[in-house]
Nanobody
């Protein structure tokens, strides 16, 4: 049973930073591409970026490019999302997800395992 547990969310002021973590257990972490999504109240879950199996490649959507950084540590079975220059519109529940059959998925259906989410709230 693959389990993903996010941590690191919180309440911050605009312009601040957070680093979210996602610890994975029960599977072969280094075989999974890992993605991050977010869901604001009343909105659909939105893909923000992902990282390949060994971390050599990352992809970000335009709205977060330059402010979000995804990294992974395969020795610790953990993927990270560094968020800088936070904006109120970044307020959402952030989810990590594992893609087991390739890399490059950008929709919810392309990811196989999910964490429970961690809340990020940004005040102006």
């Amino acid at each position: 049973q693959v389990q993903l547990v996010e941590s690191g969310g919180g309440s911050v002021q605009a312009g601040g930073s957070l680093r979210l973590s996602c610890a994975v257990s029960g599977g072969t972490f280094s075989n999974y591409a890992m993605g991050w999504f977010r869901q604001a109240p009343g909105k659909d879950r939105e893909f923000v970026g992902d990282i390949s199996w060994r971390g050599g490649s990352t992809y970000y959507v335009d709205s977060v490019e330059g402010r979000f950084t995804i990294a992974r540590d395969n020795a610790k079975n953990t993927v990270y999302l560094q968020i800088d220059s936070l904006k109120p519109e970044d307020t959402a529940v952030y989810y990590c997800a594992a893609e087991t059959t390739g890399w490059g998925g950008k929709t919810v259906d392309e990811f196989d395992y999910w964490g429970q989410g961690t809340q990020v709230t940004v005040s102006s």
